[in-house]
DNA sequence: AGTACATTTCCATACTCTTGGAAACATGGA
DNA sequence: TCCATGTTTCCAAGAGTATGGAAATGTACT
């Protein structure tokens, strides 16, 4: 993954709008959600919840399908724990340097 | 950890510089890199160095102790593990989704 | 005290992002 | 075809961010 967009992903999240948007959908899972009920449940105008979906989306950490008249979103987990790997890589040099390791309850990600 | 947190250590590493000095320190571990050595790797006017230095420390992301003239900085690892566990709290629901689960090399991170 | 060096603060410029109303663009049903 | 509904694009205003030179601050050594 390319620092690039790292950076992008990251600037994705990196704004309260658009992380309550992901988690959301981090939560909905592969199934994922229609614009309309994100826009509702936050309660955003349908333009600033397009505009936020679009930037996640260009971001690489959304996914989106049609249904008919309606446009499905779900989150990139794949992408998710490609990002979270990105951070920590060569942590400490390589050496293990978590005060207490422990795996995290509901998803594991890969090493990059 | 508050949202509003998260989106500040999420801005602060969404930014080429400042993700670069991040990872940087990250590798360096613990013992962490004076300023000068971070500025002079990195080919930053000083300026440009303390300020992002003084934004990710803002964030919570670094730590800094003096050393006789020197500032040293370290990777707030604990931080940077909340963080990580944030991002897929309550993951599909709470059940595993990941299609090739697999424990990070380096470090692992805490359930938030 | 004076000098040398490390780091930060100040400041101005240029640039990017967020917001939401209005209009445009689908799609499905009558 | 016409209408209702879901979603996106367009646009302009306001707010926030990055950069780096110059000056200020702090620390150590003589």
């Not at 971001?59 to 989106?64: D, V, W």
């Not at 795996?103 to 890969?110: A, D, F, L, Q, S």
């Amino acid at each position: 993954m390319e620092t690039k967009q790292v950076v992008e992903a990251l600037a994705a999240l990196a704004q309260e709008t658009r992380l309550a948007v992901f988690r959301m959908l981090v939560e909905a899972g592969p199934a994922g959600l229609r614009a309309g009920e994100i826009s509702t449940r936050l309660r955003l105008p349908a333009a600033t919840a397009s505009f936020h979906l679009a930037q996640l989306t260009r971001a690489g950490l959304l996914a989106s399908r049609t249904q008919g008249r309606f446009v499905i979103y779900s989150a990139d987990f794949e992408r998710m724990n490609v990002l979270l790997g990105f951070l920590t890589d060569n942590c400490c040099g390589g050496e293990s340097c978590a005060p207490v390791p422990q795996p995290v309850k509901t998803m594991k990600r890969k090493a990059s």
